[in-house]
């Protein structure tokens, strides 16, 4: 599986690779280009990504500092007006934030500990926690135990909300009360 495509780069070259005996693949080879990922963009436009997509984060703070400038955008974005969903940008942010907890967290706890700061994350801005487990049960790989993660994820939803009301009134999306 740790094994890569000898013509590393080509889309087609994964195609074949993928599945296939370890005499067709070669180990070590490199990475795939942006552009193959995402065959609409402009290989202008890629050539000068600063963020390798294909390798981990080089260390915590640098986790941290990605999902740290991606609520930052997240927020400018909705002062600003723009059109656009917070949910699943805030899932990424938090996602990022929990990686940078690599070093304290154990391995085995990482699962659930990256999916509970997602839900508390989004459950406290947008205060669905009910919502945010489904999407966040709905969403996950299918080789994920969720009878192991569900439960943690339920606990920070709410305890996200309730962090969120006690600290706050406000909520970004506004409620009326119906008579």
């Known amino acids: 599986m740790g094994e890569r495509c000898a013509t590393a780069g080509s889309l087609d070259c994964h195609r074949r690779c993928f599945g296939a005996p370890p005499s067709r693949c070669a180990p070590g080879c490199g990475r795939t280009p942006l552009s ?22 080089p260390a915590p703070a640098a986790a941290v ?6 609520l930052l955008a997240i927020a400018l974005a909705c002062a600003g007006g723009f059109p656009g969903g917070v949910i699943f940008p805030l899932f990424f942010a938090a996602a990022a934030v929990a990686h940078g907890f690599a070093g304290v967290v154990p391995a085995a706890l990482m699962p659930a500990w990256v999916m509970s700061l997602m839900a508390a994350t989004q459950a406290s801005v947008t205060r669905t926690p009910l919502a945010t487990v489904f999407m966040l049960g709905l969403s996950a790989a299918a080789s994920a135990q969720l009878s192991v993660l569900l439960p943690p994820v339920i606990i920070a939803s709410y305890v996200g909300v309730w962090a969120s009301r ?14």
């Open 65 to 70: 500092a990605v999902g740290g400038a991606k």
């Open 166 to 179: 006690a600290l706050s009134t406000a909520t970004f999306f506004p409620y009326k009360r119906v008579d």
């Open 36 to 57: 193959d990922v995402w065959p609409g963009l402009p290989p202008a436009l890629t050539a000068r990504a600063l963020v390798d997509v294909s390798s981990p984060f």
